[in-house]
T-cell receptor, first 117, second 112 residues
Framework: AQTVTQSQPEMSVQEAETVTLSCTYD???????LFWYKQPPSRQMILVIR??????QNATENRFSVNFQKAAKSFSLKISDSQLGDAAMYFC??????????????FGKGTLLTVNP | NAGVTQTPKFQVLKTGQSMTLQCAQD?????MSWYRQDPGMGLRLIHY???????DQGEVPNGYNVSRSTTEDFPLRLLSAAPSQTSVYFC???????????FGNGTRLTVT
């Protein structure tokens, strides 16, 4: 079974600085997606960024970028120029792209990010 | 489009009561699913459906039933609520297996 591990239960960053959230995963599949979701206090689940395993180029969305290391099964999220609105719980998630289970997401336990003014 | 709509937003039940959490999507998505979120556990899949009339179990299905009679609706039933089912429940849908999940805003359920 696939597992997703977020080793940092909590992180903090100063406003305008950069922070990196870690995520590792375990899978024997070669075709899959990885995601980072943000959950602010409003409870809404917001997709931040996604990476397809077959794409070697790291995904980027504005101030958010990933460092995808397929061989190491690592998928970290970098937030540049942190803003107060980035404070949230962040979840790393995995989805297989083959077979009958290819809709299901497996989530890590989350990292709570605090942004200090 | 409303996206994924969950009702109610909050619910308190007594042990042994039954209830249905409603989920509806207006995006004609084939795939729908239910997750529960508990502190320190992330989100865990309860049940999912890949189309009308098709449902399957996820990681934590015990104590929950689902049905999918239409593409739009995917209700989650608790037949006899237990305190262990106190959680936040999310419904999510996806157009294809390569599309991102769209989440509802969640239902906070407390069982006393």
């Amino acid at each position: 079974a696939q597992t997703v591990t977020q080793s940092q239960p909590e992180m903090s960053v100063q406003e305008a600085e950069t922070v990196t959230l870690s995520c590792t995963y375990d899978t024997s599949e070669s075709d899959y997606y990885l995601f980072w979701y943000k959950q602010p206090p409003s409870r809404q689940m917001i997709l931040v960024i996604r990476q397809e395993a077959y794409k070697q180029q790291n995904a980027t969305e504005n101030r958010f970028s990933v460092n995808f290391q397929k061989a190491a099964k690592s998928f970290s999220l970098k937030i540049s120029d942190s803003q107060l609105g980035d404070a949230a719980m962040y979840f790393c998630a995995y989805r297989m792209n083959s077979g009958g289970s290819n809709y299901k997401l497996t989530f890590g336990k989350g990292t709570l990010l605090t942004v200090n003014p | 489009n409303a996206g994924v709509t969950q009702t109610p937003k909050f619910q308190v039940l007594k042990t042994g009561q039954s209830m249905t959490l409603q989920c509806a999507q207006d995006m004609n998505h084939e795939y729908m699913s239910w997750y529960r979120q508990d502190p320190g556990m992330g989100l865990r899949l309860i049940h999912y459906s890949v189309g009308a009339g098709i449902t399957d179990q996820g990681e934590v299905p015990n104590g929950y039933n689902v049905s999918r009679s239409t593409t739009e609706d995917f209700p989650l039933r608790l037949l006899s609520a237990a305190p262990s089912q106190t959680s936040v429940y999310f419904c999510a849908s996806s157009r294809t297996n390569r599309s991102p999940l769209h989440f509802g805003n969640g239902t906070r359920l407390t069982v006393t």
